[in-house]
């Protein structure tokens, strides 16, 4: 079963991750700070990180550049309601390898998981 790592301070965006991602048997961990999504970064294997730009703790952009200076190949995609150029930009400038605005069609999520996780095929060796 792949892993999904989904870091969002938004609970009914994670639930939705979660119903969305569970209709192809993806699991999905949930941390609704960036502390929290770090730990479970560093202490468990995922196939893919799905964050979001905006946490309550911190912007998902930091949270994204460290898992990035880990060297690790796993995949990463932010999903935001921020959806100018500039944002997109950034998050691809922070180590995205997908930007998806909310509201998220659930069947554009299905796909860019599905494409980045077979692509990708997830975090070799862990972090």
Request: hydrophobic share 40%; with cysteine; aromatic share 6%.
């Amino acid at each position: 079963m792949k892993r999904v790592l989904c870091v969002d301070s938004h609970a009914d965006s994670c639930e939705l991750v979660a119903t969305v991602l569970g209709w192809e048997n993806y699991e999905v961990a949930v941390c609704r700070t960036a502390a929290g999504g770090w730990e479970r970064a560093c202490s468990e294997r995922f196939d893919l990180y799905l964050i979001d730009t905006r946490l309550d703790d911190a912007l998902g952009l930091e949270l994204a550049r460290r898992l990035r200076a880990l060297g690790a190949g796993t995949p990463l995609v932010f999903h935001s309601a921020e959806a100018f150029p500039g944002d997109i930009e950034q998050g691809i400038g922070a180590g995205a390898r997908a930007y998806i605005t909310k509201p998220r069609d659930p069947e554009q999520l299905l796909a860019t998981v599905r494409h980045l996780v077979a692509d990708g095929d997830g975090c070799q060796g862990g972090i």
